[in-house]
């Protein structure tokens, strides 16, 4: 019995390891128990949002702490993976200026907030710039842009093949990627 039980617990912690090296599709990248796609080719945002949702994801969302930064050395994350290019994400204020939010639903956390030096501007003329995107060359510090120009982004889904599904739909209604 004892050699079964054991059997069992090695199975199972086997299935979980096993597990959480396959929640990823090909080309998408983990970190932390979600998914993200870097794309190679540009588009506008709301182009860029329909690709996302076409992959069951949403432009990336900044959630916590984690996403920005990797403890160990306080490097972003998000710049580790970008090198000096400018990525679209999630942030937006299209239907109200300045009222900031992300494109997967979830709230838009001051407190995690990462704007370059100057920035929201809103520059321009009408409609200004209601986009925000990830600056590589500068940290991954964030910027707003014309929702109309055309750049890479990164989509982003919760993977909920490495937490429970109760967890996986607290976590966000908006991030598919489970269903
Ligand atoms: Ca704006
Ligand atoms: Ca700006």
């Known amino acids: 019995l004892i050699g079964s039980q054991r059997l069992i617990a090695g199975f199972l912690i086997f299935s979980v390891s096993y597990a959480s090296h396959l929640i990823c599709h090909e080309g998408w990248r983990e970190n932390e128990n979600k998914c993200y796609f870097f794309s190679t080719d540009t588009k506008s945002?709301?182009?860029a949002q329909s690709f996302c949702l076409s992959q069951r994801s949403n432009?990336?969302?900044i959630q916590d702490i984690h996403e920005r930064v990797r403890l160990q050395?306080?490097?972003l994350w998000i710049r580790t993976q970008i090198d000096a290019e400018i990525y679209w994400f999630g942030l937006n204020d299209r239907i109200a200026e300045n009222v900031w939010e992300w494109a997967d639903g979830d709230?838009?956390?001051?407190?995690?907030?990462?704007w370059a030096p100057g920035q929201p501007d809103n520059w321009g003329a009408e409609p200004g710039e209601d986009c925000g995107q990830v600056l590589g060359g500068s940290y991954g510090q964030?910027?707003?842009e014309n929702c109309n120009v055309k750049r890479k982004y990164i989509c982003k889904h919760v993977n909920c093949k490495s937490t429970s599904y109760t967890h996986c739909l607290l976590m966000s209604h908006a991030q598919v990627g489970c269903s």
């Open 142 to 144: 964030w910027n707003d």
């Open 107 to 114: 709230t838009y956390n001051e407190h995690l907030s990462f």
């Open 73 to 75: 050395t306080h490097t």
């Open 59 to 61: 432009l990336m969302s």
């Open 45 to 47: 945002w709301l182009e």
